[in-house]
């Protein structure tokens, strides 16, 4: 039977991707998910850290978003699904960059933001399949698509 | 000889655009500028306008995003470079969305943002070829990149 | 600037082509209609016409449905949006059929048909970025993606 | 040796799916059979009832077909062969849809339909690389292209 | 209005390019016929006449068909339709092998060939959208795919 | 490790796949060989066998090949490196076809014929990789480039 | 008729591109010559004249590099044929990396280039479909290619 | 969990590749390392001693690069991440050429190189995700990307 994979995209503040591995373990549903690395630091640093300090702060990240993309954009085309999460706060360009990404790639969006964002994420929603306001509804999504269970 | 189709995503409350299309002009430099419709409330508008009202604001601006977003992934998918611009202000999700769809597609992407937004469009910058923070820059770019004249 | 290349997949028997065709014209949009052979009686016999009779009538349909197929193939790979259309009667399977080609090759498709065909046509229309009623709503979609007009 | 995906894609009215998945097992074919959610009410609702009630049936019937739709196109393209079955009744202009989509991906497609739908389904047909009349047919063809099993 | 371009792939011993160029001029159709090059010799000795002999028949071989082979790939991949005609004699391999290049870039195929070669192209014909006995049938599939124009 | 998907496609009539699958065995490598049906009658008659008679020779051909097509493609679009195999006699046109399916898709070909073939094939052993003469010379190919094995 | 692109990659210390030019203009051939910029300062400097100087030469040549990309992926991309030239001096790893990035593309490559390169160049040369050590050689296979002409 | 696959091109003079692998298996990171056949004398002449002797020693060169091509196409095309490493001698271009060939398939390269080719390696540093100057580096890299561990 397939295992779906699923990239979970955005924020990285708040506890969103434990509550959907928690849901989908529940369920026992048959996907393998996927993210970035999200501890705040590691991903601003990676870069210099490995490779060498730089004294300008654009390089400093240019390192390390380079390297990041590595992994983002080889599990963005590994992906059956890609969701994207945008929290209360930042500008997280980054989450919206990956939504036009998975795009692109013709791979199904969901995404997943309270409905302060609604007008401002339009056209990201546009090109998505399924908006979600809390991520149980992501992950009764998924026991949908995936095993056709109704939510209870 | 090759006209340069020229998508030019982003902002659309300061004359960027414009700038650009006289400094292209002047230049005479064989380009073809595209954008999205820049008239802020036909863009929120269009849908219900052309096929009925809606009265809950989500399906209002689900209509009118999904008929912009014709014309944007259609041009998207026509350039040869993709400029890409943040403003001081606003979320502009839909600029990054635009840079993530671009890059998705191998398109070169030129960014153009001021120094504030360097840290959250790391990665945005990370896909790009270039980084311009004034729209004349992105005109010298163009003209080395097309016609191989350097900045005067 | 682009010519827009528009194809009108769907219905043959009522006269909504010759309505885009005269209100893209009104309107002087950089528009070009493509079509498939609307003649009903060439598109069922032009295969043995040209190639020679067949006993049986499924062959006899073969041969016709292969050679429509090259013009419909061709020009729906060559539209930058593609326009279906279902009227009030009879299968139309050949529309929803062009309708899922155009999806998956990531073509914008606007749809045009009555309400009464809503709900058989949920899937098809969640695949399309827009649903019209009437021509004029088409021509008017066009004209706001191509030149930024609102309906007057 | 290779596991062959097949998805059984149309009808959810009778039994067809069940045929085909007995004779796949019968005969010990190495085969993955894949399908939408044919829980006829739930592939209407879902949307609905995971995300949140509309009133405007529209919208309903979007939400559910927007989510449907995540499946359906994951396991299209996951698919080597697609088997698409047309029922004596209703407009199954979903099915035609997902032909279309397969047949734009370069899918093998299997047909399954009775002789009253010939002529209406000739287009269709004509993408096909086989048209059944029969589960059994499916079966039979299927053990062939796999394993070079002639029909006994 | 479009241009199509038609490849005229295959037998280089017969007139049948000639009448079907022919034919297109009579009918005033909007084709660019594209064709390998049809001096045999030449087709041949190319690459040794520009980059030196070679003692062995195979290099010899070898340097024309590669160079034979920019062309060839170039224009299947522009072509909108492809012709593949087998004459009565000779191996003709080079044929099938574009038939089956074609195939695999979604170009659709029509043949030309006599009666005695249908079994043993039981493959190619498969493949193709049409099989035509005549040069004059190929004009008549063309001006109908092209115009609409039944044949007379 | 990878498992190396290994097409074999062309002549049925003597026991070259034995022989490499033989030698394949005996080196241990780690190899999937996948062919077409080789039992010529069946490859013939499978179509009208499951799917009904045909009186015409040329539609009972057309139903077998369409079928057997469905393997071919999509064995072909699996493998990772295509063998051809052109025996002395017949016309072989399918195996011709192979190779240029193989080509478009980008597929590493080796070509496995007699001497006297060469001329005629000059074009198909241009887009390959490597020409063989004898099965054992395919297997220390499939050695060298899977295992670095050079022939003892 | 068709206008072939050609884009000349490679050394730009020698007039090869000149001869080429001239060679072209002479037969009248209807090809469009491409190139990089090919002042060399120019090429090196232009990132950081456009968007400011940079303490680490890395970063310096870093800008330019991408800047210059922008043009050569994208007429790469364009190109019908892609001539690479190895001159006698210099690393020439962009050259190199042009042909990979051609060879990927599936676009046709002629090298051209001393002798004495043969060797390392020799996974260069077996990508390609030509090998010439004269630019008048390369004039002399695209006269043959696009217009059938054998050298006088 | 996803199993990395890892392409080591270039340079076969020096242990960089042990150097890798050790790195890779101490820290047990999902990989699966790839490489080209890395024996010199095996890669230039396996060509010849499995297909027979050639006297032009272009040809001999031909045979063998080809039949390395074969491995190198396929595995850089299964390879999520490639790494190339250009040594302090040799030319080098088909490490150049398999950067490109890496790059215009849209894969992540990590470059491994020492300073003094810095300059001559800006085009193909600029195609990469990182540049390192250790073997170490690389591994600390894939740490990071698979498993976000950050150097110790």
């Given at each position: 039977m397939k295992t779906w994979k699923v990239y979970l995209s955005g924020?990285?503040?708040?506890d969103w991707r434990e509550q959907i591995t928690d849901g989908v373990a529940q369920l026992g549903l048959p996907i393998e998910l996927m993210s970035p690395i999200t501890v705040h630091e590691d991903s601003d640093d990676c870069g210099v850290a490995i490779f060498g300090a730089e004294e300008d702060k654009l390089w400093h990240d240019r390192k390390g978003a380079l390297l990041n993309g590595i992994r983002t954009s080889t599990l963005l085309q590994d992906a059956d699904v890609v969701v994207v999460r945008f929290g209360?706060?930042?500008?997280q360009w980054n989450a919206a960059f990956d939504a036009g990404y998975a795009s692109a790639l013709g791979k199904p969006i969901i995404t997943l933001h309270p409905p302060e964002h609604d007008h401002a994420l339009k056209e990201v929603d546009a090109a998505a399949s399924a908006m979600a306001r809390d991520p149980k509804q992501v992950v009764q999504a998924l026991a949908y698509i995936i095993a056709g269970t109704m939510p209870g």
């Open positions: 924020e990285i503040h708040s209360e706060k930042y500008k």
